[in-house]
């Protein structure tokens, strides 16, 4: 085997391998987003909220969920961008690099939004349960979550 073919295989693997990963990990990171967290379960059923806080806490989810649309919209976009240069350039081009970079921006502002949903429900508790907040917050971070 000639060492430009070599080459050539290695450089398709390797890409091949990258589109691989970034699309598998962007279909894990969405699929759990989308199962109930241990946290929502706390929230809701465990930490005997009031009427008010129910309200409160209602109004913070319906403008968390429109901003993770728009955030998961974006990320898939930006696994579309990527599948289509790869199919076309079949390397790591620049193209390649950019959807890439997209999807990790998109990723990180929704991590962003996601810790300031958390802070701003925790602002609607009382001491006693925003301490119940904190320990499932905590397990759910380190995934301790027995």
Known sequence: MSFARG????LALSVLAAFAGAWGGARYIVAQMHDEPPLHEVVHKKLNLTADQERR?????????????????EMR?????????IEIEHAY??????????????????????????L???????????ARFDDTVVKALTDETS
């Open 77 to 85: 976009a930006a696994n579309a961008d990527l599948a289509r240069a």
């Open 57 to 73: 806490i209602a109004g913070l989810e319906r403008d968390f969920a429109v901003r993770r649309q728009g955030l998961e919209s």
């Open 93 to 118: 081009s620049p193209a390649v690099q950019q959807a890439v970079d997209r999807f990790h921006r998109a990723m990180g502002e929704l991590q962003k939004e996601t810790i300031l949903h958390v």
């Open 120 to 130: 701003a429900m925790r602002q609607v508790l009382t001491p006693d349960q925003a």
């Open 7 to 10: 080459l050539l295989i290695t």
